[in-house]
Every structure is written in structure tokens, then in C-alpha cells.
Nanobody
Framework: QVRLVESGGALVPPGASLILSCAAQ????????MGWFRQAPGKEREFVGG????????IYSDSMKDRLTISKDNVGDRIYLQMTGLKPEDTAVYYC?????????????????WGHGTQVTVSS
């Protein structure tokens, strides 16, 4: 079982860029499909993007795809979510998730392992 730890959340002004990181503890991420999700107050958790380690297939939310890049390191224990042009509506807790297999799921119920999240606040 892998333990996930997100970091990089911050308070940033509108238009800023931010890179979130998700690190594995007790395992390697190369065995999993990884997803990024976010949850704003009073809203359901929504898919942001995902990546399959074996072939670097990436999938992004249609609403954010022009502002996102998901990448991974070469060691197998960390993925990144780069966000640009941040807007106040991007304010949320951002989570990374992992699931064994090859399917990059866009629904949260399909992911077995979750981190505790990192807060991103976009405000002037």
C-alpha cells in the first residue's frame, strides 16, 4: 500500500502559476495510475487530470486542460501538477490519488489510495 503526500499549495494572486507535488512514501508510483482531483467548499470532488506511468499518457479536465501540465520524475516516486493562469474559482483542496492498473479514471471512486490534500487559494 502506497502513502501519498501532497505539497506546494499556497495563497497566490489571480494569474499566478503554481506547481503541486505528490510524493510516494512506502512504495513507488510507477505501479499505479495517478490522478489529481480538487474539492472546493460545498462542492463535490472533481477530476483535474491523470497520468499513466508506463507510457506517460495524460488526461486533463476539459475545463482546465489549457492551463495544466502533469509530469513525473524518473525515479518513480513523485508526480507534479503545474497550473498556470490561476483564477479565484480554482481555489480548492487539491488531492492526488493512485490506483493499480492501466485505466486513467476520471471519477474519484475508482481510485484506491488518496493523500490528505494541499490547499490552493487564489485571491488578490
Amino acid at each position: 500500500q502506497v502513502r501519498l503526500v501532497e505539497s506546494g499549495g499556497a495563497l497566490v494572486p489571480p494569474g499566478a502559476s503554481l506547481i503541486l507535488s505528490c510524493a510516494a512514501q512506502g512504495g513507488t508510483l510507477s505501479m499505479y495510475v495517478m490522478g489529481w482531483f480538487r474539492q472546493a467548499p460545498g462542492k463535490e470532488r472533481e477530476f483535474v487530470g491523470g497520468i499513466r506511468w508506463t507510457d506517460h499518457l495524460t488526461i486533463y479536465s476539459d475545463s482546465m486542460k489549457d492551463r495544466l501540465t502533469i509530469s513525473k520524475d524518473n525515479v518513480g516516486d513523485r508526480i507534479y501538477l503545474q497550473m498556470t493562469g490561476l483564477k479565484p474559482e480554482d481555489t480548492a483542496v487539491y488531492y492526488c490519488a493512485a490506483n493499480p492498473g492501466r485505466q486513467v479514471w476520471t471519477t474519484s471512486r475508482n481510485y484506491a489510495y488518496w493523500g490528505h490534500g494541499t490547499q490552493v487559494t487564489v485571491s488578490s
